[in-house]
């Protein structure tokens, strides 16, 4: 199987991939740090059922985004993946922790 297939319906998103944030010469390494810790923290949140917590880290994490990336994609993609997982943690665990898992691929 193609190293790129990471996804278990065997769709290749190596395309769709975002360069990771580490890339971004203007990003300071605590912010790239800060956001991974905050994604991980509410995926695993969000898992194990503890929404509030999940919900707190996502909201932590929108605020990072809003003042610490610079304007562009991956910025967008990041603040619109904290709205949706904002909107479905209660309501649908299942997707919000799909949008956990492709905010994170967009890290390093």
Not at 54 to 65: R, S
Request: a negative charge.
């Amino acid at each position: 199987m193609d190293d790129e297939r990471e996804e278990s319906d065997g769709v290749d998103r190596s395309e769709s991939r975002q360069p990771p944030v580490a890339d971004d010469p203007d990003l300071p390494a605590d912010v790239e740090v800060a956001l991974v810790q905050l994604v991980e923290s509410a995926r695993v949140a969000v898992r194990e059922g503890r929404t509030d917590e999940a919900l707190a880290a996502v909201g932590t994490a929108e605020t990072v985004a809003a003042n610490k990336l610079p304007e562009g994609d991956r910025r967008e993609r990041l603040l619109h993946g904290c709205g949706r997982v904002a909107d479905l943690a209660d309501a649908d665990p299942a997707v919000a922790s799909e949008y956990l898992d492709a905010m994170r691929r967009r890290l390093p």
